[in-house]
């Protein structure tokens, strides 16, 4: 599976971003694609989750309400739609995917993500 994000950008406060993330490379039709994000000198952290088996979707509770997670199957395009974006939101932002035959479940821990593309930098000014 490969994975590639874009939508890198420096927005105010309160401003809005999309990330895109084109996907290819699947072999099998049930997966979960994911937005992660990791700040300098933290941990990576799970924003949200698509469902490819129920088209099911979850966030953080921290970006639940401001960020939306779509996917266009016909395309392979992974987005995130981030709004009112604040300045703690700075964070290269990764897309990963992962398999889920069998369970059909998803979630937000990328230890158990094993694709994931190279990261976009999105920074919140204050």
């Known amino acids: 599976v490969q994975l590639v994000e874009s939508g890198a950008g420096l927005v105010q406060a309160g401003g809005s971003l999309r990330l895109s993330c084109a996907a290819s490379?699947?072999?099998?039709?049930?997966?979960?694609i994911a937005w992660f994000r990791q700040a300098p000198g933290k941990e990576r952290e799970g924003l949200s989750y698509?469902?490819?088996?129920?088209?099911?979707?979850d966030y953080r509770n921290s970006v639940r309400g401001r960020f939306t997670i779509a996917f266009d199957k016909a395309n392979n395009m992974a987005y995130l739609q981030m709004n009112e974006l604040k300045p703690e939101d700075t964070a290269v932002y990764y897309c990963?995917?992962?398999?889920?035959?069998?369970?059909?479940?998803?979630?937000?821990?990328?230890?158990?993500?094993?694709?994931w593309g190279q990261g976009t930098q999105v920074t919140v000014s204050s």
């Open positions: 990963e995917a992962r398999y889920n035959i069998g369970t059909h479940s998803c979630d937000l821990d990328s230890s158990d993500y094993l694709h």
């Open positions: 490379g699947f072999m099998f039709d049930d997966y979960c």
């Open positions: 698509f469902n490819s088996h129920d088209g099911s979707t």
